[in-house]
């Protein structure tokens, strides 16, 4: 196990942004007593898995984030319930998923990788510290490895997974014309990044495109090891890539991979206790 998530409650969102407070970070939820509370959502929507209407897990903010001086939320979300069923052969089968959402679980999931020996290009290391500047970036982690090298090592959360990454119109599309109706529930690509954009040309994550191309830059030096962990919280994945709808971002991902920037997928499965389990860490790369 690589984390356990306290007091997670399964409840309904009414609204995101809240009524209350309309800052897009904060959703009003629905507890199963049917009272209505404002809580944090870090995903901003995450693309449709914490929208009106989904239901989601969260827990009472000071169960996992004690720290915590919120003033507006009293609840926190962490994972997206996500459902679907096919026919295939004449079988029916169904997928139910639970998506970690909340960028900070990454990380933690990550750590506790780290030090439980779980990612294998990154196995036995001496030391790490958390939050480490480096060039004009702040790197999630940066340590000495087994023998004595010097990494850097920065985690991005890939929550989202589909059978072609396409753009909704043409994931309709292709749903119309029956493309996916034969493609195992299991068998989706796990795709990053994706997000709103005012314009379809504009870039998803400024400061992603800002990580991977320090990353890159770091390859110059040739002693210290720049690594990319994606960390994909479903199941339900064959592969990863950078995705296409963000063609800037992608140009990036694929120039840094060949100056010899690592890449490490790291597959998680959570459950309805709130307990995420270590998968595998070598989903293959498109």
Not at 45 to 50: E, N, P, T, V
Not at 65 to 85: D, G, M, N, T
Not at 214 to 233: D, N
Request: hydrophobic share 40%; net charge positive.
């Amino acid at each position: 196990m690589l984390h356990k998530l306290n007091d997670l409650e399964l409840v309904k969102v009414v609204s995101r942004p809240s009524k209350v407070c309309k800052t897009p970070y904060v959703a009003d939820i629905e507890l199963s007593d049917g009272s209505i509370v404002q809580a944090h959502c870090a995903s901003l929507g995450c693309c449709g898995l914490c929208e009106k209407d989904c239901y989601v897990y969260a827990s009472p903010i000071k169960s996992n984030c004690a720290q915590s001086k919120s003033k507006v939320c009293s609840y926190k979300i962490y994972l997206a319930r996500f459902y679907e069923e096919k026919v295939i052969a004449n079988q029916l089968i169904t997928n139910n998923q639970l998506i970690g959402i909340d960028p900070k679980l990454a990380e933690t999931l990550v750590e506790n990788a780290l030090t439980q020996n779980c990612l294998k290009t990154l196995s036995n290391i001496k030391s790490y510290k958390r939050e480490v500047s480096l060039l004009n970036s702040r790197f999630d982690f940066a340590g000495i490895d087994d023998q004595g090298k010097y990494f850097v090592l920065e985690v991005k959360n890939v929550p989202l997974a589909d059978y072609a990454d396409v753009s909704s119109t043409d994931r309709k599309k292709m749903i119309k014309n029956g493309d996916f109706a034969s493609i195992a529930i299991n068998q989706k690509i796990s795709y990053f990044p994706d997000g709103y954009r005012k314009k379809k040309e504009a870039l998803v994550s400024e400061r992603a495109l800002k990580h991977i191309n320090e990353l890159a830059e770091i390859t110059q030096s040739k002693i210290t090891r720049p690594i990319i962990c994606f960390v994909v919280q479903r199941t339900d994945v064959s592969s990863f890539q950078a995705s296409l709808l963000d063609p800037i971002y992608r140009a990036a991902f694929t120039d840094a991979v060949k100056q010899g920037v690592e890449v490490i997928v790291l597959v998680v499965l959570w459950n309805a206790n709130g307990e995420a389990s270590f998968v595998s860490c070598d989903l293959p790369v498109n």
